[in-house]
């Protein structure tokens, strides 16, 4: 009996990782289009800056801090010296020269922090806490809780003024020159708010999970595959991040930990073969979640979540 | 220090290598006093903490043989890129070269196909890995085989503890099932049952769910049935679980990397693992083979490396290095069929690992003769425990930890 | 020269090897509605690109009441009072009606957009129930609506509308057409870029006709409605309205 119950919070704590990760790949397709091939490669940096810190007498707090600014930084030098220089002339050539940031961000990793593996110490220690019948390390109740949080305030956030003049950059770059706003600093700003986010998340995965430079692409691939099912809002990324936790760990607990990945990866196949077929709105004051640029009346989708 | 050391590690092997091995160019090979190796490991990818391990050994590992020898080692490193299809072509390309014998692939998926073309050409080929079940004419291997080292020691240890029960996590490919495979053969012959087995995808985090499973089946001890990092991930879902059972670390994760990971993550019942000579050479006892040609190496390796410490796959790769050089040497030519040939006649070679017999018959080399088990601790290091010894005669011990 | 003019001097621009305006002239002042008539591939929106900043003209100069905008981007000419309603009305699809006129308002601030919000209600009275409506969700006429709105925002004194009228219907080009009319009563400069020159000509003071990158013809409206080759091209061979 309380095997389903650890099956349960398992998922739903891999699903709020999920989330995590998720969440820079929306903002970033919120706020410019791109595709956050980086949101890995900064994970990982989170971690192993972190670590490289703490492990000379640095307090976590101004480490946590260092690391984050730099990952910031990182991200800006990449889109002034990089992403700026280059037309975006399609979607595709957009994505491959993201791609091969990733690759050679993680190879930057590894040489500068060396391949092995790193994990950090909880922020919270002590023993496993017991929650409705299953065992949850006290870090992941944190990372929970700090999921919830971060997706409130991007919320939120995307609901200020700036946050639609971040999201009218996206939706039309003209438009938004039209009316005053700078597409390119608004796209560097979201690039470096989805980067120190992605440190961040680092820091919060690192206890839960030893990670070395090759970690980064798995984890930008889960990311990615939480926020396309979600449609690449932040509250959609946030049920599809749940759902492929919750499907993943009830896969391996009921049917067979060999299909745990194959369960995910049937879902990103569904995604893309029928995008209009997954899709989450919420019909409050009709606030869409979900990213449409079309700007012709929509057909008339059911509802499904 | 290291770090500076890492980047310039990382620099030749983005500029190809050949000019940072400690080698440098040589004259021909036909003059029987130059061998030339080529080497391959994975440093990049997931075996890339391996990977980069094994070229820091090799480098010390080809200086050491050639002031030991007298024979020059000619050297040409690549990256495997934990790519069983970049093995391949590495092959292919060493092949052409003409090289004397290589050193490597390492993981079980790389050695499979890269040696089918070694065996065509009849060039000695070392993986450093013990995985493969049978060797051809021109696969060598430093080490027991599988069943043996991953399934027979550490069988025996859990028979010895009284431990029956036994539970295999594993990562689903090649390496990870052949752990479990190895470990389902050798249970019935030591009384121990498999009472679990659970498999997960290499570089998996959360295991809570398979773990759940094998706690249901009240296991006594519970086997890492994986390389690397992935025991990290087993020992944190067990201290979530509650999990007391002791573990047993998998092979190939057995050294001061992980071990310094695992020291906040030891679980109540104890972390066990086999060691190898090189591993331990302040605790080998005295009479073991290779007690102290490993405490050598391991003093020139943590004065090479500023403080850092070897571990089993680099002693491979200096045992495979040594043993290559030495033949060479005794064959008084480098051609790739008298090299093999000289290798199959070497016999009471010792090396950091132990003593080696090769023959016809024998291209493992490695005689099993005692297995050394120690218990990992909080601080990072690793405690000699247990000496099993193959003829079951009792054997130095210290008391069991 | 102190009366309010949007002057366009001698512009010479265009895309990668070749000019597509070959020295244009052009002025509207505060107060008027100029036509400006062509057929496509004529130069119309790169003209409109050219005030709007979207594009740096090869040679020439755009001036609003004295001053050159020479190197201003888009952003800043909006805050000298330039706006543009571009061919495709640049809306921001998935925002909603009234969060695409709020940023209209964006370089000036909360409080103005709180008060501009009202006047451009009055100028377009169905945009009040569509503004919890998301913007990708409207019909022509009322994007149209909404692309104007989103202009007048920023409390423009030079409107450039580049084809309003297209997709709409008669009815709903009249409608906007009639309040460009009023907009123009009450001060502002209003540059018509159209095909449909029947009915833009009703409501202008003066046009022009642009072609093959120069100015053909320019006059007052009245006289271009008679004119045999205008009324030719543009206006389906009879004079009528």
Redesign the interface.
Known sequence: MS?TA??LI?GV??GA?YALLSLTWALVRKVSGQLFFLSGSMVVLGVLGTNALTERGWPMAPAVVVVVASAGAVTFAVDVLILRRIARQTELSGTLVMLALAFAMD?LL??????????L?PAVPG??VSFLGA???RQ?LLIVAATAVLITALVLAGRS?WG??M??CA??P?????????PTAVRTVGLIIAAALGALSGVLLGP????????GF?LSLKGFIAAALGGWGFLGATVAGLFLGLT??LT??YIS??L??VVSLALLLLVLLGKDSIRLRRRV??V?VS????????PSHSVTD | MSRIALLTVGACVVAGTVGCSAAGQSSSEKDGRTVYIGAMFDLTGPFAPVGTAERQAFTLAVAQAERDTGIRVRTRVEDSRTSPDTAVKITREFLRDKVSAIVGPTPTQLCDPAHRLTDASRTPMFCITPFPEKTTPSLFLVDAPRVTLVGDVPARFMQKRGWRRVACIYTADAGGKGYADAINQAAPKYGLKVVASESFQQGDTDLTAQLTKIRAAKPDVVYSCSSGANLIAVLKGMAQLRMAQPVFAGHASVNYDIAHLAAPNLPPGGLFSDASPVLIPDQVPSGMAGAAKAKQFADAYVKAHGGKRPDTVAGYVADTVAIIAQAAKAAGSTDRKSLARQIEKTCGYEGVLGRYCFSPANHRGLASESNMIVRWTPTGTFTLTEVLSSQNAPAPSPSAG | MNAPVLQISDLVAGYGAADVLHGIDLHVGGGEVVCLLGSNGAGKTTLARCVAGLLKPRSGSVTADGDRLDGLAPSQRVRRGIALVPEDRGLFGGLTVADNLELGGFRHGRRHAVDRLPLVMDIFPPLASLLRRSAGTLSGGEQQMTAIGRALMADPRYLVLDEPSLGLSPGMTRQILKAMRALADDGIGIVLIEQNAALALGVSDRAAVIQRGRIAVTGSARTLMSDPMVIHAYLGGRGSV
């Open positions: 095997e650890q099956f398992t704590v891999a990782a190879e590894s040489l500068g922090f060396g391949p092995e593996p790193r994990q110490a023993p496993p065992s949850l390390q992941q003024r639609k003049a999201r009218a939706e039309n003209t438009g938004a020159m039209l009316v005053g706003i700078h839960v999970a030893a990670m070395g430079a090759s970690s798995l993943e760990s391996a607990g930990s060999d745990k990945d004051r009709n869409r990213d449409d640029r079309r700007e012709a009346p929509l």
